[in-house]
């Protein structure tokens, strides 16, 4: 938690200071978001998984504050609702699908896990403000709060084939355990291309990364996992509008 609030700080302080030495703007953006999440989670001891899709959509605000030679400087800050979580890859020691003895059905199971996230980015742009195009880098600090959770399998949990399971997936304690931490936070960072009219707005494409430093069960010694954190690979789709312009004439 320490290292996050110095990462915030930090970045906020960053773009403070370049904006004293900068060609100056103040314009402030309003928009909405969203996209597809795909979503896993690193446990230790490991548990074999695939990517979980999921949806993501909220509102984003950014605040243009400046041009530092070719950077156009901003501070990105989202408002979204987000579905991650993790889905199973059951398998036995040669690699093959476990199959439980009562469907004769491979087994499956995935947690769908519902956060409220924040994240809070700082963003350099290199291209058109105005009119045209703009390739984009942003980087931040991410928190989470968690909503709640819905696990779907197809077998019952009494009935798993556990004679064939290996590692964590043999014990299963994820599959029952419920979420213990409701607090998540982390990195994002973000690559994308934006295009930009003047009577229009702004429409965005980016894909995101993101890499959870929270653990959503507990990790002590006397704990199963001794790492459960979230990891997002988010394409989205942002749309903003301009709500205060600079009247700058260098802006194009």
Same mark, same amino acid.
Request: proline fraction near 4%; glycine fraction near 10%; charged fraction near 20%.
């Given at each position: ?68 030679? %070719? ?14 979580? &993790?889905?199973?890859?059951?398998? %036995? ?20 896990? %519902? ?10 742009? &290199? ?29 019952? =949990? ?15 304690? =994820? ?21 930009? =009219?003047?009577?229009?707005? =702004? ?43 600079? %009247? ?5």
């Amino acid at each position: 938690m320490r290292n996050f609030l110095i990462t915030l700080v930090s970045l906020l302080v960053a773009m403070s200071a370049t904006a004293q030495i900068g060609d100056h703007r103040s314009e402030l953006s309003l928009g909405v978001n969203g996209g597809y999440v795909m979503s896993n989670v690193g446990f230790n001891p490991t548990v074999p998984q695939s990517m979980l899709g999921g949806i993501t959509g909220g509102v984003t605000v950014r605040y243009t504050c400046e041009k530092y030679f %070719n950077s156009i400087c901003a501070l990105v800050a989202e408002l979204n609702y987000i579905q991650t979580g &993790w889905k199973e890859d059951i398998l %036995n020691s040669d690699d093959l699908p476990v199959v439980n003895p009562l469907t004769g059905q491979p087994e499956q199971y995935e947690r769908r896990i %519902n956060y409220l996230q924040l994240p809070l980015m700082a963003r350099m742009g &290199w291209g058109r403000e105005r009119k045209g195009f703009q390739f984009f880098f942003q980087v931040g600090p991410q928190i989470g709060l968690y909503l709640s959770d819905k696990s779907t399998a197809n077998f019952a =949990h009494a009935d798993r084939n556990q004679a064939e399971r290996i590692g964590a997936q043999r014990d299963a304690v =994820h599959d029952t355990l419920a979420i213990q931490r409701k607090f998540d936070y982390g990195i994002a960072g973000g690559l994308g291309l934006e295009y930009s =009219h003047p009577r229009v707005g =702004h429409f965005i494409l980016e894909g995101r990364y993101y890499y959870g430093l929270g653990d959503i069960f507990n990790n002590s010694k006397r704990d199963y996992f001794g790492r459960s954190n979230l990891g997002n690979i988010v394409i989205k789709l942002t749309y903003l509008c301009d709500i205060l312009k600079s %009247n700058n004439p260098k802006i194009k």
